[in-house]
T-cell receptor, first 113, second 116 residues
Framework: KAGVTQTPRYLIKTRGQQVTLSCSPI?????VSWYQQTPGQGLQFLFE???????NKGNFPGRFSGRQFSNSRSEMNVSTLELGDSALYLC????????????FGDGTRLSIL | AQSVSQHNHHVILSEAASLELGCNYS??????LFWYVQYPGQHLQLLLK??????LVKGIKGFEAEFIKSKFSFNLRKPSVQWSDTAEYFC??????????????FGKGTKLSVKP
């Protein structure tokens, strides 16, 4: 079956702009989690959505937000972009319980100029 | 706060050498443990997982890991590495909420370079 699909693969933005990233989970998966990956901080959890509701949230500012649609697809939005937001943003989907592994997409590489 | 420590940032081995990558976590309750691998240019893939039962778990490509609860450790092992094992390895932990998906806490990763 198709894996987790993230679009776009690459994005270049300037400071102050906003951006929306998209994630299509594996068919049947209702949980979508977002992570930020940087060389300095590694992989950090942003938030998780399950059945259109945010179920868990990491320690990121309110500029980072997300939503999930009824078909489980998810979007992540970052407003007022800062240079430090440059990172690889990963989406992962799962069946939704903590003992189910998460399956990751290829990520969206966001560069802020 | 929970944390996951991977002891080695970069490991360099020759083919056929044995591998052990260390992972320790800080949470004292019931946890689920994972090892993920990221091959160059590819997405993160699950190597193996531990939820309960036998603390020695076997994963794909000949990898195994042992959960030692008293040491809060989940070390990854492979008896004989191959050049194709060159990748970055991540240990991850989440708390077992008894049904709800907890967020995954990742270690900083260990880069493994295998010399042919």
């Amino acid at each position: 079956k198709a894996g987790v699909t993230q679009t776009p693969r690459y994005l270049i933005k300037t400071r102050g702009q906003q951006v929306t990233l998209s994630c299509s989970p594996i068919s049947g998966h209702r949980s979508v989690s977002w992570y930020q990956q940087t060389p300095g901080q590694g992989l950090q959890f942003l938030f998780e959505y399950f059945s259109e509701t945010q179920r868990n949230k990491g320690n990121f500012p309110g500029r980072f937000s997300g939503r999930q649609f009824s078909n489980s697809r998810s979007e992540m939005n970052v407003s007022t972009l800062e240079l430090g937001d440059s990172a690889l943003y990963l989406c992962a989907s799962s069946l939704g319980t903590s003992n189910q592994p998460q399956h990751f997409g290829d990520g969206t590489r966001l560069s802020i100029l | 706060a929970q944390s996951v420590s991977q002891h080695n940032h970069h490991v360099i081995l020759s083919e056929a050498a044995s591998l052990e990558l260390g992972c320790n976590y800080s949470y004292g309750g019931t946890v689920n443990l994972f090892w993920y691998v990221q091959y160059p240019g590819q997405h993160l893939q699950l190597l193996l997982k531990y939820f309960s039962g036998d603390p020695l778990v076997k994963g794909i490509k000949g990898f195994e890991a042992e959960f030692i609860k008293s040491k809060f450790s989940f070390n990854l092992r492979k008896p004989s590495v191959q050049w194709s094992d060159t990748a970055e390895y991540f240990c991850a932990v989440n708390r077992d909420y008894g049904g709800s998906q907890g967020n995954l806490i990742f270690g900083k990763g260990t880069k493994l370079s295998v010399k042919p």
